[in-house]
C-alpha cells in the first residue's frame, strides 16, 4: 500500500528499488495490522521519515498481512493516514519464511528490522519480541555509524569521533578490526609486529 487515493492505492515493489538509487534501505517488519504496539511504531518511523531521506534511505514497513487489510488498517487508524512510505504486504509468507523471522506458531513476523546497504548487503538485523516496541532513534544512530564506513565505539552519536587507524603497532581485536575496513576500501591491510616483550608462542586465539 503507497497511497490512500482511490486507484493509485496499490504498487509493486522489490530489493532492486534502493540499489538502482543508490540508496540505503531500512525495513522494518510488525507481526500484525490492527494491533496496539505496531501503530506506535509504525506512527514513529513515519515521524522520522525525512530524516532517513536525508541519510539516502529508503524505509519500507512489512507484515504478513495482505494489502487490503493493509489499506482498512490505514484508512481506520488516525496515525496511519499520512504514512510516507510503502506498507508491503508478504500474503503468501514467502519472505519472511525465507528471512527466518516467522513465529513458529502464530506464523507472523517478529518485530524485525534490516538495514540494507545500496549494494544490496544486510548490515544490521535487530529482533524485538512481539511484546516489545523498537527504538527508531537507535535504527537512526545505527545507520549513521554504518555509513560513516568507520569503526564506531559503543553508544557512538552522529558528530562524535570515530576510531581512527593509527600508525603504530595495533592490538589483536583492533587490527583484525582495521583489516576488515581495508578490505572494504581495497587498501592495503596495516602492518602488525609482535610486541617486544611478548613472544609469538605466548598468543592465544
Known amino acids: ?50 530524516e532517513f531521506a536525508d541519510r539516502d534511505t529508503l524505509l519500507v514497513g512489512a507484515s504478513t498481512d495482505s494489502e487490503f487489510v493493509h489499506l482498512a488498517w490505514r484508512n481506520n487508524h488516525n496515525d496511519l493516514h499520512d504514512l510516507k512510505f510503502p506498507m508491503l504486504a508478504d500474503t503468501s509468507k514467502s519472505l519472511a519464511e525465507e ?29 524485538n519480541d512481539l511484546s516489545v516496541g523498537r527504538n527508531v532513534k537507535e535504527v537512526l544512530r545505527v545507520l549513521d555509524a554504518l555509513q560513516t564506513d568507520e569503526l564506531c565505539p559503543c553508544n557512538w552519536e552522529k558528530g562524535q569521533e570515530t576510531i581512527k587507524q593509527q600508525d603504530f603497532q595495533l592490538p589483536r581485536a583492533s587490527y583484525l578490526e582495521a583489516l576488515i575496513i581495508n578490505r572494504k576500501r581495497g587498501a592495503t591491510p596495516p602492518t602488525r609486529q609482535p610486541h617486544k616483550q611478548q613472544k609469538m608462542h605466548n598468543e592465544t586465539a
Open 99 to 127: 528471512l527466518g523471522i516467522l513465529v513458529n506458531d502464530a506464523k507472523v513476523a517478529y518485530r524485525v528490522t534490516y538495514i540494507v546497504d545500496p549494494q544490496g548487503i544486510i548490515r544490521f538485523v535487530s529482533v
Open 1 to 50: 500500500v503507497v497511497s490512500l487515493e482511490k486507484g493509485k492505492e496499490f504498487a509493486n515493489i522489490t530489493s532492486e528499488d534502493h540499489k538502482k538509487d543508490g540508496k540505503w534501505m531500512v525495513q522494518f517488519w510488525w507481526p500484525m495490522d490492527f494491533t496496539f504496539v505496531c501503530p506506535t511504531e509504525i506512527a514513529e518511523f513515519n515521524k522520522a521519515y525525512g
